[in-house]
């Protein structure tokens, strides 16, 4: 092969391997909205939980306007009843990257977390927020609910959470509950809270805590949300409790370092050729 023919195999070799990696980078805007997608939220540090003390009965606990106690900071969010405190805890995810047009499929929100306390047929109501309710960050007012009831993302029976542990809740009804604009917020109840059960005694109390933002990785709640054919849980996913948070967009970087080592590779192959051939002429 002359060195004139050597010479355009690189261009023309070095021309695709480029062509290949334009591909693979637009090739995530150019997927339809109907391809199956999915992307991981990771909790705001804003969480956290509201506290409201109370003598003059449940009632006037469960559904006073008293400022409450904010708690922000701490490593864990708390959900409880008693008969003379509540705790309504929050949870913040910062969804405004979805695409705008597209139909989700499904949310799994997953908590790392265990109870304490009696649990007497204790359970946990996820409550989607709005975006006035709750503030953000948490304010002392934000313990009195909305005057319209938040829609129900989910029920769970927690009597059995005694150990410390990643729990997936599936939500209903995502395409209304997760914000594609903005901020995806959670209220959390335990069932007496929420149902207007008194606890039967003073000493019985439900306890929920889970771990927060501030725990860090491997411990905070996140978010996973799909759209298109696919649904959360479908393909196995590498979660905060092993060190490695899904991360949207990470088959693209993949596909384009194979793609800059497919170039890098085709070059060299073709340097040499170029030079073997140009020693040979010699």
């Known amino acids: 092969m002359t060195f004139t023919a050597q010479s355009k195999l690189i261009r023309t070799c070095t021309l695709l391997a480029t062509i290949s990696a334009a591909a693979c980078i637009a090739w995530p805007s150019a997927m339809s909205a109907d391809s199956p997608q999915s992307e991981t939220f990771l909790s705001d540090a804003a969480d956290g939980h509201l506290r409201q003390n109370g003598e003059d ?35 913040f995810f910062d969804t405004s990257s979805l695409p705008d047009d597209c139909e989700l499929t499904g949310a799994v929100l997953h908590i790392y977390s265990k109870c304490t306390g009696d ?26 609910l909305p005057d319209e ?11 059995e959470w005694t150990e410390l542990a990643y729990r997936a809740l599936p939500l209903e009804d995502p395409d209304t509950v997760v914000n594609k604009a903005g ?3 959670f209220c959390l109840l335990e069932r007496r809270d929420y149902e207007g059960v008194s606890p039967p005694d003073p000493r019985s109390e439900n306890e929920l805590k889970l771990y927060s933002h ?3 990785d491997g411990f905070q709640p996140y978010l996973e949300v799909s759209w298109g054919e696919q649904t959360p849980g479908e393909q196995a996913a590498a979660t905060p409790a092993d060190g490695n948070h899904p991360a949207a967009g990470t088959t693209t970087h993949v596909a384009i370092a194979l793609a800059l080592v497919a170039t890098t590779a085709i070059a060299v192959v073709a340097r040499k050729r170029a030079r073997r051939a140009t020693s040979n002429h010699d």
């Open 57 to 91: 009965g449940w009632e006037a606990l469960r559904n006073s306007n008293d400022p409450a106690e904010v708690f922000a900071d701490l490593r864990y969010v708390k959900v409880n009843t008693r008969t003379d405190i509540i705790y309504r805890g929050f949870l």
């Open 119 to 144: 649990l007497d047929n204790c359970q946990l109501y996820i409550l989607g927020g709005t975006d006035e309710y709750p503030s953000m960050p948490l304010a002392p007012s934000d313990y009195a």
């Open 149 to 159: 009831s938040l829609p129900v993302c989910a029920r769970v029976d927690v009597g």
């Open 183 to 185: 901020i995806t917020k």
């Open 214 to 216: 501030e725990e860090g």
